[in-house]
């Protein structure tokens, strides 16, 4: 069975709707994700490419790479419980902070190398939501990963929910949403930014011990932006 089939079923029986998973689940998936490797989703002529980026003998990149700095998607299923695609992401390229309303995520880097930030929202700030537009958020992850490496995992209220990629070599990531993004269902994607911000009335005083904590303001991502379709290359799945 193709790996990327193997992963679908694994899905299948493991991924619902409500977005919070048993540990048991989580880890099925994982076992599997963990395994798929570029040349499972047709992406191998473009991790050969990346394992030499950095080398100033390399002279073929544009046959193998798109110039622009656009992103793209390879979109391989989605249903009401779960959906699986492929962001392909240039070099510099940045898919800016953004949220995973009540969703787990399970992130997979194919090849290459991204940065990555990410926050989790500190929960106890009610009444302060109630007189700010800027919510208070906790640092969970900022730094590199390279291919080849584990699945990132993110849950509702924790694991990183609020992420941002910034590709230093071109990167592909396998990305799994459950459930996926769903305006109608009170699943938006809304974007970020790191505002300076005082501490009012002393809410996160007591919080010294833990990670650094930042403020974060909603923000449109800039008109730079753009994700666009492509095709998906790999083996089809028997549905």
Known sequence: MAKIQKLYEVCKVSLSANGSLSPEAVDSVCSVLDNVMP???GLETEAQSVRSWRSPRVLNRKAVFHSSTTIRYRHIYE???FSIGIFCIPASSIIPLH???GMTVFSKLLYGTVHVKSYDWVEDTTQLLKLSKVRPAKIVRDGEMSAPCGA???QPKDGGNIHAFKAITPCAILDILSPPYSSEDGRHCSYFRRC???DPSGILSNRSREPEFV???EHQPPNSFVIRRDLYKGPALNL
Do not use: T
């Open 196 to 198: 300076r911000k005082a």
């Open 215 to 217: 403020w974060l303001e």
């Open 152 to 154: 990132m995992v993110i």
């Open 39 to 41: 040349s499972d989703v």
């Open 99 to 101: 949220n995973h309303p």
């Open 79 to 81: 249903c009401k419980n």
